[in-house]
């Protein structure tokens, strides 16, 4: 068993769809041995995936970066989609895939001649930010930023992210904001916006961040809605006065965030950039 997952839920591993109690890699795999992989989550709206063609660029993004060759061609990632939604008990979920380079003698350098990559894929299930999310925000610390310099790859090594998250557990707050040489880069799992006199502020897409599929989004529904969107450098000092501060990620889709470091962003309350944004999302995912 596996704490918090139905062992009778499938997964897919190499070319087979199995129990997730079942499924089994090898101890040599350089994804358990190196953290040699990466990743991608696609949100699926009853049944529909949102913004996959984007999902799937960004794993090859990821895939070229690391010299994975794609174990699939853009067909075959389309197909093994709709196959893990269509065994999913939920038609509204997240699907996970992830792909290493494969199991080999434990070495650093990479493996020679053809190589065999692990795919694995999964369907969990995804329960949309709640109203009271929507309603009353999130809350979150200021962190520093301690990653490698390769963030915008989606990489499943995640331990800089894990341990930002974990400090936001242990806060009792929602979510860490980072901070690279006193500038904003993102969430531990997550990017954020500032909202300053009226316009929608995001930091720089660079190898400081992970470039959220929400991040093209975001910039096409400001463009939608009317607000200013400006990419830029972020200082601390700017996010602390803001007027309002979102986070955006598959799974919080758009939020705001209404209290960072104990203290009350803006009023306070949801703005009205948020509500202007938030509602330009639902409509898209209506119109899925
Ligand atoms: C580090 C990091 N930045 C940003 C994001 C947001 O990306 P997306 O909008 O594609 O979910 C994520 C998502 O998990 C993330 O892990």
Redesign the pocket.
């Known amino acids: 068993m596996i704490p918090g997952m139905p062992g009778d839920s499938q997964v897919y591993l190499n070319g087979e769809f199995t129990r997730a109690d079942e499924a089994k890699v090898s101890v040599f795999d350089r994804g358990f041995i190196l953290g040699d992989g990466v990743y991608d989550?696609v949100p699926v709206y009853h049944g529909k995936p949102f913004r996959m063609a984007e999902?799937l660029d960004?794993l090859e993004r990821s895939l070229k970066a690391l010299s994975i060759p794609s174990p699939k061609s853009r067909e075959e990632w389309i197909a093994l989609i709709h196959e893990l939604v269509r065994r999913s008990p939920t038609p509204t979920c997240m699907v996970y895939l992830q792909v290493t380079r494969g199991a080999y003698k434990r070495d650093h350098a990479f493996p020679t001649g053809k190589i065999t990559p692990t795919v694995f894929g999964i369907a969990a299930e995804f329960r949309r930010p709640s109203a009271a999310q929507r309603d009353q925000g999130l809350r979150m610390i200021s962190v520093p930023d301690e990653r490698w310099l390769h963030?915008e790859i989606?990489s499943i090594s995640l331990l800089g992210?894990v341990l930002a998250r974990q400090q936001a557990v242990e806060a009792g707050v929602d979510e860490a904001i980072q901070f690279r040489d006193g500038y904003l880069t993102?969430?531990?799992?997550?990017?954020i916006w500032v909202v300053s006199g009226g316009t929608l502020l995001a930091p720089p897409k660079n190898n400081l961040?992970?470039e959220?599929?929400?991040?093209g989004l975001m910039t096409e529904l400001a463009q939608e809605t009317g607000v200013p969107f400006e990419m830029r450098r972020i200082s601390q000092a700017e996010v602390a006065a803001a007027d309002e501060i979102l986070v955006?990620?598959?799974?919080k889709e758009v939020l705001p965030v209404t209290e960072l470091d104990g203290k009350p962003v803006g009023t306070g309350q949801p703005g009205p950039v948020y509500r202007k944004l938030q509602a330009a999302y639902d409509a898209r995912v209506a119109a899925l």
């Open positions: 989550v999902h960004r963030c989606k992210n993102e969430g531990a799992a997550s990017n961040i992970l959220g599929i929400r991040y955006t990620s598959a799974g």
